[in-house]
């Protein structure tokens, strides 16, 4: 087996990496001509359908965490691994059923416009604008990382300084998308991306089937064998490297396997990126329809996730993918590698897999910096700071510029978390979704009693208490009292942790709903009419096109 510190003929891969690169590019500028309106940069003018919005959601949401983060947690963790999977495709159930068709209905630009239709403005919408931007930093952590593993691989990087750089580079690249293309532009690089990533991973699924006879138990026995035969030889050299493992994350710690199923099935009916895709068509009716779609191709995606992880575990090994930038999250890109022969035809199909893995991760990381520079200009600027009476065009304005340091924190925190399991990560951003955004999206939704206080609550106490469980988490840091490293954190040599679980929303998540309660029951506050009017219009769609800050 060749070397994996480099995979293929650099000079090839970039060749086939950058013509994947260009043409996104260039249709994002020409799908982006004349957009400059608030209503164009946001939300694509509200004009597409609901089956075009549903490949984009699925483009949106099949980031790099699924694609490289959950082929790698299957190939180290198996069965635990295959939670990840389970969980982002459940999770639409509870976007389909509980808030696709109301937020639709009753917001305009941003998850704030539904949280404070009938609160007080300016308090729920910083609130909400804050949570919008945690979730969006914890999120673009996990996709920076992505693009850092994939160009590293392609150009055989192994040096942290050339790591860094290469995530610099992403980072400067997303700014460009976003600020030429838009909403408009970005959705139909999601588009095309989903597509060519489905077709890509369904190759790879049936290549790897097809090497074990078609028989998904004999794929598997031959991951576990490699799996353990990998532990073994590391355990028998004196390596003691705790990266790898006998195919096995959670194994009885049941809390934390709870913890992270919360997390997951709860956060995407809380993800502000995807709530923001519900106001890209222009009815309720098309919103359901694009979250079926989702589902349906979203769906069909995981099930493939799971051959290529258990794929890439039998036929390339964790001890190999271990030797890579990224480690686990350079199982798909390897087992690409590996499938053809290593040869020539190895480093072609890795090049065109990488190319849409990349290009899906400029698509998402546009997706929510768009999402988040929004969120800052509408919810923050114009109602916080200019009482709902901004310039159209200075507003845009000063989303674009947020775009630009929301890039600049995203290259930040990607060099920080280079070296982490992508899905993990996003698990991360789930929790703080879950935990802030979706208790008061219910309620404002579906509880008439529910007011100011109980919103600001809500929001404020899911977010402060998934951050700070996080930072004093496994994610992060080594527990209290130890003294070795430990390897999978952030900050591996920081002993300050007193947080078992390496996710919160076991926690934070019914800390959200119950402070949502306890700040509703202690105020008097109610608004009636409000109410009544956003029950008519989250029901029925009448006036959402006139949602405004009022």
Avoid: C
Avoid at 378 to 398: M, R, S
Avoid at 415 to 434: D, P, R
Avoid at 476 to 499: D, R
């Amino acid at each position: 087996m060749t070397p994996l510190a480099t995979l293929g003929t650099p000079w090839l891969n970039i060749a086939i990496f950058a013509i994947f690169v260009v043409i996104t590019l260039v249709i994002v500028i020409r799908v982006s001509r004349g957009g400059r309106k608030g209503k164009d940069f946001y939300t694509g003018g509200g004009s597409f359908s609901g089956r075009q919005n549903g490949i984009a959601i699925s483009g949106d949401y099949l980031s790099a965490a699924s694609f490289l983060g959950i082929a790698g947690a299957v190939a180290f963790y198996g069965y635990d691994g295959l939670l990840y999977s389970i969980g982002f495709l459940v999770a639409w159930l509870v976007a389909l059923l509980l808030v696709a068709e109301p937020l639709r209905n009753t917001g305009k630009y941003t998850m704030a416009d539904v949280l404070s239709f009938r609160m007080q403005n300016k308090p729920v919408r910083l609130a909400a604008a804050i949570s919008t931007l945690a979730v969006s930093f914890f999120y673009l952590l996990a996709q920076m990382a992505g693009a850092g593993t994939l160009v590293a691989l392609l150009l055989g990087i192994t040096a942290d300084a050339a790591q860094i750089a290469v995530i610099a580079v992403v980072g400067l690249l997303m700014i460009a998308y976003v600020l030429i293309g838009g909403m408009k532009g970005t959705t139909w690089v999601q588009m095309i991306k989903a597509v060519l990533l489905i077709i890509g991973a369904g190759i790879m699924f049936f290549w790897v089937l097809g090497k074990f006879g078609f028989n998904l138990s004999d794929l598997m026995g031959a991951a576990q064998v490699k799996g353990n035969a990998d532990t073994a030889s590391t355990a028998a050299a004196g390596a003691g490297d705790k990266l790898l493992h006998a195919m096995s994350k959670y194994g009885t710690n049941k809390l934390g396997f709870v913890s992270l199923s919360i997390a997951l099935v709860l956060g995407t009916a809380g993800l502000p990126h995807v709530l923001m895709r519900f106001y890209t068509v222009p009815t309720a009716k098309e919103a359901r329809r694009s979250v079926s779609w989702a589902i349906s191709l979203i769906g069909a995606f995981y099930l493939f996730t799971l051959v290529l992880g258990f794929g890439a575990a039998a036929l390339v090994g964790q001890k190999a993918i271990n030797l890579l930038p990224g480690k686990s999250n350079a199982a798909a890109p390897a087992l690409a590698f590996y499938l053809p022969g290593a040869g020539t035809a190895g480093t072609i199909f890795l090049a065109i897999i990488a190319g849409v893995a990349f290009a899906t991760i400029l698509a998402v990381v546009a997706g929510l910096a768009i999402t988040a520079s929004a969120s800052f200009a509408h919810d923050i600027y114009n109602a916080v700071f200019k009482d709902g009476k901004a310039d159209p065009t200075q507003e845009v304005k000063v989303a674009r510029a947020t775009v630009i340091v929301i890039g600049l924190l995203a290259i930040l925190g990607g060099i920080a978390a280079k070296s982490m399991n992508i899905a993990f990560l996003v698990s991360l951003a789930f929790a703080v979704a879950a935990s802030a955004n979706l208790p008061s999206i219910l309620f404002s939704l579906y509880w008439k009693r529910f007011n100011t206080r109980g919103s600001v609550l809500s929001i404020y106490g899911g977010l402060i208490s998934a951050l700070v469980l996080i930072i004093f988490s496994p994610a992060v840091v080594a527990p209290i009292g130890s003294t070795a490293p430990l390897a999978a954190a952030m900050f591996p040599n920081l002993h300050w942790g007193w947080f078992p679980l390496d996710n919160p929303a076991i926690i934070s998540v019914p800390v959200g709903f119950l402070l949502g309660v306890i700040g509703t029951l202690t105020s008097k506050e109610t608004n009636p009419e409000k109410q009544a009017e956003m029950e008519v219009r989250s029901l029925t769609g009448a006036g959402a096109e006139k949602a405004t800050i009022h």
